[in-house]
């Protein structure tokens, strides 16, 4: 597992105490968090407990509310634009704002919804006539919506126990490992697997006290860097000069600005840009012959669109299951779902695989134009095929297919970032999407270090993840950690590309997701990072002086994240009301004393 290196001290007073202090690294005054989802509330957090103030912090965010991604609405990108068939690139236009109530063509008067309290009042509003202000838009009225990926029957893969932040519980009468302690939740009660409702209710209140700082229905549409060189010859100037030019649309006006910042939070999650890849030949003319059969799980939104059709579902990760079984209960039998690796057992147990109601099968081969089909591979059962010619002698043709969905995942892309937004020394930040280059650690801009990125990984937990990674940028922005030279951040890159990071020991190659976190990495990685942030200078952490003391899991953690996909399985399978672990039977040996050695120190 990779080391966080002994750092050096610039910032602090060196070591011999006739030296004068070195300079500090970095001035921030001004910070942009881009993004009022769980990773940018984790930022803004930890950023205003390292001293950083109101008027310090922006926060943009697109949509009216806070919550990102779990921030549900029913509008899909399909329609205001189709879905492109294979979807592989990155950098395709980002979804446009939906206004609800204004479809194409329609118009109508922009007091319609108005009750006026007079008819002088009515006579006199702007646009009628007798008013000289200019006529308000329905956008100045009505906010507009993002497509996301949530859709409406979806609890979390991850017990709210353990997804949590570190300082806001779920659940009132649970404390962290249901029943230690009574910490203060935001909900009376709730199912250990909470739905969507929940989660955006809890960030909601996470949000409570820096919503203030959110710019809301505000779009970044272009950031650069504006680089000014460090002066050597000036004593006490920070080595770190940099600016960040941030362009902005306000949605509700369309009026757009420019401003200045010293720091710059990428919290834009991984579920925007769709990923739909070229699994077999006669894709696109397929798509084309046969418009609308072929979706991403982006789209979905019901189980009831797909009533009596023949589905197939393509993926078999943790979304494309649910969405599976989901739409197994609906959809004409059987359900296919078409998979490159085994499903495990119980997995196909919950889902009825074998029993006429879902059938999986192997990876799609071919696009069937005149039948409305697929050809597929054999069924995979995790060992190698014989050959290549006993593999071809076993496909097998589906037709008359009403739906393909795919639930293959998502790109990195970043669109308000463009090819001059960076030096040309720097590394393209996303070139197939794959991955983010130039990061070290997955969050810190090895190049750049005023630039960070939020919760890239996947296969963690990601509240936590968040909030750790935040704890540790905010106090080396705040100069209480000390900077890492740029070539100790591009060595601690090379090490995650690796496979050697923090996360722990993970195969590398290529075409293997470079972010994608190894089983139980994101603990290593949490407590690494937890480590990392108590280095700071100025202690004053547990909440004394009003800083943050930085997430770390213990023995319950590491047992609620080593059985959480167990629990969930027998979460759906007894009806998805259990409000704790040990309803649905899991239950741990606490031995008398407990300790957890950090894992640096």
């Known amino acids: 597992m990779g080391s966080l290196g002994n750092g050096s001290v610039e910032g602090h007073a060196a070591l ?12 921030i005054k001004r910070i942009a968090v881009i993004g009022a989802g769980p990773s940018g509330l984790a930022a803004a957090k930890h950023l205003g407990a390292e001293g950083f103030s109101s008027s310090q912090i922006d926060i943009y965010e697109q949509q009216a509310e806070v919550g990102g991604v779990w921030n549900y609405n029913a509008a899909t990108s399909t329609s205001t634009q189709p879905l ?58 009505r906010p507009p919506v993002f497509p996301n990926p949530m859709y409406d029957d979806l609890h ?6 353990l997804m949590r932040y570190s300082d806001l519980a779920f659940a009132t009468a649970d404390g962290r490992g249901e029943g230690k302690g009574k910490e203060k939740g935001t909900h009376e009660g709730c199912e250990i697997f909470p739905p969507r409702q929940v989660v955006q209710e809890y960030l909601v209140q996470y949000a409570r006290d820096v919503r203030h700082l959110v710019r809301f229905s505000t779009r970044v549409t272009d950031v650069s860097l504006q680089q000014t060189p460090p002066s050597s010859s000036t004593p006490g100037q920070p080595r770190i000069r940099e600016k960040w030019a941030v362009r902005s649309t306000n ?4 009026a757009s600005r420019v401003e200045t910042y010293d720091a710059l939070v990428v919290a834009t999650g991984h579920y925007s840009a769709p990923y739909i890849p070229a699994v077999a030949p006669n894709m696109s003319a397929f798509a084309a ?17 797909f009533a009596g059709k023949r589905v197939v579902v393509v993926g078999s990760g943790p979304s494309g299951l649910d969405i599976a079984s989901q739409i197994s209960a609906v959809c004409a039998s059987p359900l296919v779902i078409s998979a490159r690796s085994p499903i495990p057992d119980d997995t196909a147990s919950h889902l009825a695989a074998g029993d006429n109601k879902v059938r999986v099968v192997g ?12 050809e597929v591979g054999p069924t995979p059962t995790g060992t190698s095929s014989g050959g290549e010619g006993e593999e071809e002698q076993a496909t097998e043709r589906i037709s008359d297919v ?27 930040l996303v070139t197939d999407g794959r991955r983010v280059h130039g990061v070290a650690r997955h969050f810190i801009h090895a190049y750049h270090p005023t630039l960070v990125f939020p919760a890239l990984p996947y296969k963690i937990i990601p509240l936590p993840l968040a909030e750790a990674q935040a704890a540790v940028f905010s106090r080396l922005w705040s100069n209480r950690l000390p900077l890492p030279s740029h070539e100790e951040l591009r060595g601690w890159e090379r090490e995650d590309e690796e496979g050697g990071g923090l996360e722990g020991s993970r195969v590398s190659r290529p075409g293997k997701p470079f972010h994608t976190f190894p089983k ?27 800083r943050k003391e930085p997430p770390f899991w213990g023995d319950e953690e590491l047992w609620q994240r080593s059985i959480y996909a167990q629990a969930k399985m027998q979460f759906e399978k007894t009806g998805r009301t259990a409000k704790t672990l040990a309803e649905l039977g899991f239950r741990r040996e606490r031995p008398a004393q407990e300790t957890v050695a950090p894992l640096f120190r």
């Open 16 to 27: 011999d105490g006739d030296s004068p202090p070195a300079p500090a690294a970095f001035d």
């Open 84 to 141: 492109r068939v294979p979807q592989t690139d990155a950098h395709a236009a980002p979804d446009p704002p939906i206004y609800p109530g204004e479809e194409e063509g329609e118009e109508k008067d922009e007091y319609e919804d108005y009750e006026f309290d007079s008819d002088e009042e009515a006579s006199t509003a702007p646009g009628s006539g007798a008013c000289s202000l200019p006529p308000i838009s329905r956008r100045e009225r």
């Open 156 to 161: 979390t893969n991850i017990p709210h126990t």
């Open 251 to 254: 949605l509700l006006t369309d």
């Open 289 to 305: 012959e046969h418009p609308g059969v072929i979706s991403h799980s982006k789209t979905y939104r019901a189980a009831s669109a």
């Open 363 to 374: 990876p799609i081969k071919r696009f069937l134009i005149d039948e409305r089909g697929i």
């Open 402 to 428: 009403d739906a393909i969905l795919f639930c293959t995942g998502y790109l990195y892309a970043f669109p308000f970032f463009s090819a001059s937004s960076l030096p040309a020394s720097t590394p393209y």
């Open 520 to 546: 139980g990495g994101d603990a290593l990685y949490i407590n690494a990072l937890h480590d990392w942030a108590l280095r700071a200078q100025g202690g004053g952490e547990g909440g004394k002086g009003g």
